[in-house]
């Protein structure tokens, strides 16, 4: 299996949600995803992926400014936030 085929697989398997900050024409929605942004993860990096608990709402894992093509790395963080998530229902 590809390591793409595999975090295509992980992300299936998840609810995923976005925060658009970067698109001019959604202005003022722009600025109020920004504070949210600041507000819920104290950063405005872009990209920023974040796993977040859906049942606690706390932070699991981050992806913080880096590009999510690096598959490995980003399969990593997947996998990452998975096993806290997991360890955190037992």
């Not at 504070?35 to 920023?48: I, T, Y």
């Not at 608990?53 to 400014?65: C, I, N, T, Y």
């Not at 999510?68 to 806290?84: D, K, M, T």
Request: net charge negative; hydrophobic share 40%; charged share 30%.
């Amino acid at each position: 299996i590809s390591r793409s085929s595999a975090v295509r697989r992980v992300l299936e398997g998840l609810e995923l949600g976005q925060i658009w900050i970067g698109d001019a024409t959604i202005a003022p929605l722009d600025e109020q995803q920004r504070d949210r942004m600041l507000d819920q993860f104290g950063s405005e990096a872009v990209p920023l992926h974040v796993m977040i608990d859906p049942v606690s709402g706390l932070e699991l894992a981050r992806f913080d400014g880096n590009d999510p093509r690096e598959v490995e790395a980003y399969l990593e963080f997947l996998n990452e936030a998975l096993e806290v998530f997991r360890k955190g229902r037992k």
